[in-house]
């Protein structure tokens, strides 16, 4: 378990789902979330192209991410 307040993580968690990167599912009380693998990995990916194309195509790879 990680040692976050139940509503920490929750307001945490509901940011990561406004931006596309997890999906929630309530039942109850619950809420289920769970991860949206390819906007995850778009994300990542993003810096690790910055760093190996060089700078001088940085912008054009900022420009056409997903999440710009």
Do not use: K
Request: charge should be positive; aromatic fraction near 6%.
């Amino acid at each position: 378990a990680l040692d976050v307040p139940a509503n920490t993580m929750s307001t945490h968690l509901a940011i990561l789902e406004r931006a596309g990167l997890v999906t929630a599912r309530r039942e109850g009380r619950l809420v289920y979330y769970a991860a949206v693998f390819a906007r995850v990995q778009a994300l990542i990916g993003t810096p690790i192209d910055i760093v190996s194309t060089g700078p001088d195509r940085a912008e054009t790879i900022v420009r056409r991410h997903p999440f710009a």
